[in-house]
């Protein structure tokens, strides 16, 4: 058990529909990363925030956003979504900045 | 960032050492470099990091040579448990850096018994 919990584990839900994923970071831990992954595919980062700013923004689409809570705990926000934003979503956390971070068992996003 | 090369996939045998290269040509002062382990559909877990020349845990040790422009993750003994896919990356662990913590494509290791 990493310490970082997602929520929830599995979400089905249909095309054009709106759904918010969320995670909580490991006691003490700062960062929150999220990601995704693409059946076979490799984790494209999506974003990372730091003590609720964000920090550093990668290929996230414009229907996705994300923010991260006074107490730390951070939300995904996927939004009319599309077939192929089918995939597990990550999150991570990590005590600063550094790549020592710790991974949830993610959340399965299956848009039908 | 710098960009990391691996190789796409490697077998090996149960009691077997795997060793994985990963190349980082442009690697900067400050970056270290980390090892993650992925199983499927799991998120990726945290191996070894390390800066420059050896460093050695409870599972695995990272060998960086004197130009950090390659290091090599070697699992020893690897058993059926081990077949994942790991990942190497290169980042600058520091406070205002805007960590993206980028992973590669990673490298696909199937142990068989």
């Known amino acids: 058990d990493s310490g970082v919990t997602q929520t929830p584990k599995h979400l089905i839900t249909a095309t054009g529909q709106r759904v918010t994923l969320r995670c909580s970071p490991r006691s003490g831990d700062l960062s929150v990363y999220w990601y995704q992954q693409s059946l076979d595919q490799g984790l494209q980062f999506l974003i990372h925030?730091?003590?609720?700013?964000?920090?550093a923004k990668g290929n996230i689409l414009e229907r996705f956003s994300a923010q991260q809570f006074p107490d730390l705990h951070s939300e995904l926000n996927l939004s009319s979504l599309e077939l192929g934003d089918s995939a597990l979503y990550f999150c991570?956390?990590?005590?600063?900045?550094?790549?020592?971070?710790?991974f949830g068992q993610g959340t399965r996003l299956t848009v039908v | 960032l710098a960009k990391t090369t691996q190789p796409i996939s490697m077998d090996s045998y149960e009691g077997q050492e795997v060793n994985i290269t990963c190349s980082h040509n442009?690697?900067?002062?400050?970056?270290?470099i980390t090892w993650y382990q992925q199983f499927p559909s799991q998120g990726p877990r945290f191996i070894i990091q390390g800066y420059k020349t050896k460093v050695t845990n409870e599972v695995a040790s990272l060998f960086i040579p004197a130009d950090r422009k390659s290091s090599t993750l070697s699992l020893p003994r690897v058993s059926l448990s081990d077949t994942a896919v790991y990942y190497c990356?290169?980042?600058?662990?520091?406070?205002?850096?805007?960590?993206?913590?980028?992973f590669g494509g990673g490298t696909r290791v199937l142990v068989k018994p």
């Open positions: 990356l290169v980042g600058e662990p520091l406070l205002d850096a805007g960590n993206k913590l980028t």
């Open positions: 442009n690697i900067a002062t400050n970056d270290y």
């Open positions: 925030y730091y003590n609720g700013e964000e920090r």
């Open positions: 991570a956390s990590s005590r600063g900045t550094n790549t020592e971070a710790f």
